[in-house]
């Protein structure tokens, strides 16, 4: 059985990438199909029993796996193009604090832009996910810092709080942290990689 990988691909790559493969296959020749989309999976159902066949699904976590076998139908003109719904809109979003301070040029407004920035941001109905601090920004998280309170408010609320360890070594602060929880780049980088938004005030 043929296996068509389209994991990391949006419509319409996993729909021509199975029309040129169903195309190529023998009659009554069965293949698999697996995506990490739960749109595309949809899609790619539709797309198949338009062309005759019922399609098997089966979900694993995040990947969904479609077995089908090759339609009777000719499919060349067929437009895959046709089945693609888009994703639905994603209205997450994550907070990235690079610095102690908000913005460029002086020192002490920075501190008070910042300061005035998390006491909006907690008080936002739609909170962000996460918010992340790396370089001068882990200092945000200091327990003399005037934006911890906020930032435990925030967490309080269910955003988790996330702090670049390396970071947090270099300014050797390891033990005046009042909030949050110790990461890494790993972490952080799928952090960024899966957020619908990211917000870097």
Known sequence: MKTIDTKGFSCPKPLIMLKTALMEAGEGEKLRVITDNETSMKNLVTFLRDQGVEPEVKTSGKVHTIVTEKPEKNMTEVRPEKYCEPDPVRNDYVVCLKSDLMGTGDPELGKVLIESFMDHLKL????????????SGVKLAMKVSPVCSSLSELEERGTRIMLCGTCVDHF??????????????VSITERLIHAGRVIYP
Do not use: A, K
């Open 172 to 185: 050797g602060i390891q033990y005046d942290i009042g909030v949050g929880m110790i990461s890494n780049m």
């Open 124 to 135: 936002q109905e739609h909170l962000p996910t996460h918010v992340i601090l790396y370089n």
